[in-house]
């Protein structure tokens, strides 16, 4: 079979903006996205501000870059920066979230109408479960578990195929009892991507929440969180916006500001945030009732670095990229005989490309020695090309796989 074309070579004309790229062949960005000039340039800039200015950058640059900041997430994922709420992760993103749903899992008439109102029939009787996958990221599953002493129980739907979670085991696993499903845009060990839609769907019919945890999803798989019809979203730069730690978000529709009213808070939530009142909490009427403290503006000024590149070249063309490196990848790979555990087809697909070995730990390590960085989870090396990568990147790495992982090793299910 002839491999697949890679399209949009032009984006690579951005790659020398990456420091990374020269010192390794660099494949891993489902764990960690490059980070370009931008971001050092941004960085520098804040720094010089603050030396120039002390606290009066507040005022002056910080909080309109915060602001900033917003946009720039709110512009992926099709809505306006002030319904964004910045987070120092997704972890903490999801605790706040999480808090706000307590009342729904005790049964609290009040808090069970509103969300009514706001068009989610969740019924009279108290709502203590959480639906998650087997294949969604352990911080997700771990914010409910947490709340088992509140009589709240985490249902975790198993994959069947270990890659993908059908809407049918989804559907199995909602009921009446069911407060919030909490699983992945694209799960971070196969990469497989959730159909938002009918998920959607299938909660609100059964008076359930849906939450979106789109960490491996945003910046390649292009997304409205409005047409998708979902209630939560939260993701972070890490990954494929490539702006570093320190910087996540999160996104609730704005209908149900009034029902998920948070427990665990900090100032930055308050409507009027510098009248200082430490007797009375009035919470901000757009996202930032789901924010905490004083957000890292370095991590900010890195992350719009990151986030300036995606939105030059484009959430589109840059899934189409990444994909397309993925096939080429899962091509070459199945004609070495290595066992690909991804998804066939790129539609169904985000950044990562897992190649199943035994003991993917040797295998990684003696990659590195060689400049070719990956990771593993347990069972599978993880391989994740983006946009920055080449296509001779991509040969070289399924080369030295080939030499590395031993021939009784390769096809393992
Ligand atoms: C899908 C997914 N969710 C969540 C996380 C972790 O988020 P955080 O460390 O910001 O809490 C990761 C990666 O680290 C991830 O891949």
């Known amino acids: 079979m002839s491999p697949p074309v890679v399209r949009h070579a032009d984006l690579l004309r951005l790659r020398d903006e990456f420091p990374l790229l020269a010192a390794s062949v660099y494949l891993n960005t489902c764990s960690l996205g490059a980070r370009s000039e931008r971001s050092r340039r941004r960085l520098d800039a804040f720094l010089a501000d603050w030396d120039e200015l002390g606290a009066r950058a507040w005022y002056k640059r910080w909080l309109d870059e915060l602001d900033r ?21 997704v972890s903490a993103a999801l605790a706040v979230v999480a808090s706000a749903l307590d009342p729904l899992h005790r049964g ?8 009514a109102s706001a068009g989610v029939p969740a019924g009279h009787a108290p709502r203590t479960r959480v639906v998650t996958t087997a294949l969604d990221f352990p911080t997700v599953g771990h914010q409910w578990l947490a709340r088992a002493p509140l009589g709240v129980e985490l249902v975790v739907v198993p994959s069947p195929d270990g890659l993908t979670v059908p809407l049918d085991a989804f559907a199995a696993a909602i009921d009446e009892r069911t407060a919030l499903v909490a699983t992945s845009h694209a799960y971070f060990t196969t990469g497989a991507v959730n159909e938002l839609r009918p998920l959607a769907d299938l909660c609100h019919e059964r008076g359930a929440l849906l939450l979106i945890d789109a960490y491996q999803a945003t910046g390649i798989v292009p997304t409205d969180v409005v047409v998708a019809g979902i209630d939560v979203y939260v993701s972070g730069t890490l990954k494929w916006l490539f702006g570093g730690p320190g910087t996540a978000f999160a996104w609730v529709r704005p209908a149900l500001h009034d029902a998920l009213r948070p427990t665990t808070t900090g100032w930055f939530s308050s409507a009027n945030q510098f009248a200082f009142a430490v007797d009375e909490l009035a919470f901000a009427t757009d996202g930032r009732r ?43 790979a199945d004609d070495a005989g290595l066992a690909v555990r991804a998804v066939r087809s790129a539609a169904q697909r985000g950044g990562v490309v897992p190649i199943a070995v035994p003991e993917p730990k040797p295998v990684v390590d003696a990659l590195a020695a060689e400049g070719i960085i990956v990771d593993f989870r347990p069972g599978v090396v993880r391989c994740s090309p983006a946009f920055y990568n080449t296509e001779d990147e991509v040969r070289l790495l399924v080369d030295r796989l080939v030499a590395h992982v031993p021939a009784t090793e390769r096809r393992v299910s």
Not at 108 to 115: G, H, I, S, V
């Open 69 to 89: 900041l917003r946009d720039d997430f709110g512009a992926i994922i099709g809505v306006a920066g002030p319904e964004i709420a910045l987070a120092p992760s």
């Open 290 to 332: 789901y924010e905490l403290g004083t957000p890292s503006v370095p991590s900010a000024a890195i992350a719009r670095g990151g986030l300036e590149v995606v939105r030059e070249a484009g959430v589109e063309r840059l899934g189409e990229r990444t994909r397309d490196l993925g096939d080429l990848l899962i091509g070459l």
């Open 108 to 115: 609290d008439p009040a808090a069970l109408e509103r969300l």
